[in-house]
C-alpha cells in the first residue's frame, strides 16, 4: 500500500510541475510579444517624429535662404547655430548694432516658420536657447572653477540678450502665449567646445543655438483630453 501511494504522489507532483512549465513557458511568450510590439510602436513613433521634425528642418532652413539670412542649421534636428561675432562684441552680454540688425531679421523669421508649419504647430514644444563660450574666455585672470564661472554667467546672459529679442520681435503675436511657454535660457560656458581637426575651434565654439524640442506621446494624450 506505501508503494502504491508513493507512485500516486510522484504521477500528481509530475502533472503540477508540467502544468506549472506551460504556464511559465506561456507567460514568457506574453511578456516577449509585449515587448517587441512596444519596442517596435516606440521605434515608430521615434521615427515618424524624426521624419517630420527633418521636414520641418528642411522648410526652415528653406526660409532663411530665400531671405538671405545666414545661419547654421542641422537639417535633422533643426538645431540652429549662431556665431557670437554675428551678435555680441568682444566678451559682451549685450547686442551689439550688428547682431540687432541680424535678429531684427532671423527672429521673426525663425519663429514664423516654426509656428506655420502644421507639424510643429502641433507638436512642438519647447525652444532652448542656449549660450556656448569657449576655453579662453576670462583665462588666466581666475582660477579654472571662477573661469567657468565667469563663462557661465556671459553664457546664460548671451542667451538671455537673444532670447529677449526674439519675444519682442514683430512675429505674429497670435502665438504669443504658446511663446512664452516654450522659450528656455540655458547657459553652458564652455562645456561643449566645436572641434576641427581635433583641437578647440575658438570661434565656433562661442555661438548661441536654438534647439527645438518635440513633446512626448503622453503629452499628446494630455492635450486632447485637456480639449475634452
Do not use: C
Amino acid at each position: 500500500m506505501r508503494i502504491s501511494l508513493k507512485r500516486n504522489n510522484d504521477g500528481e507532483n509530475n502533472i503540477f510541475w508540467v502544468t506549472m512549465t506551460d504556464l511559465m513557458t506561456a507567460l514568457v511568450l506574453v511578456f516577449i510579444v509585449l515587448f517587441f510590439y512596444t519596442y517596435m510602436t516606440s521605434y515608430s513613433e521615434k521615427l515618424e517624429r524624426t521624419i517630420e521634425q527633418k521636414k520641418a528642418s528642411e522648410a526652415l532652413q528653406e526660409t532663411l535662404k530665400e531671405q538671405n539670412i545666414e545661419a547654421s542649421i542641422n537639417g535633422v534636428t533643426g538645431v540652429v547655430k549662431i556665431s557670437d561675432l554675428e551678435l555680441f562684441d568682444l566678451n559682451s552680454y549685450e547686442l551689439s548694432p550688428n547682431g540687432r540688425e541680424y535678429l531684427k531679421k532671423f527672429a521673426p523669421a525663425y519663429l514664423n516658420s516654426l509656428f506655420s508649419n502644421e507639424y510643429l504647430n502641433k507638436n512642438l514644444d519647447k525652444i532652448i536657447i542656449q549660450g556656448h563660450t569657449d576655453s579662453q574666455t576670462f583665462k588666466g585672470k581666475y582660477s579654472k572653477d571662477e573661469q567657468y564661472m565667469k563663462n557661465m554667467e556671459l553664457s546664460l546672459k548671451r542667451a538671455y540678450a537673444v532670447a529677449d529679442y526674439m519675444i519682442n520681435t514683430p512675429y505674429n503675436k497670435a502665438n504669443g502665449d504658446k511663446l512664452h511657454k516654450m522659450i528656455i535660457v540655458e547657459g553652458a560656458s564652455f562645456s561643449n567646445p566645436v572641434y576641427t581637426n581635433g583641437k578647440e575651434d575658438y570661434a565656433k565654439s562661442r555661438r548661441v543655438e536654438l534647439k527645438i524640442v518635440m513633446k512626448e506621446k503622453n503629452q499628446f494624450k494630455d492635450n486632447l483630453d485637456n480639449k475634452d
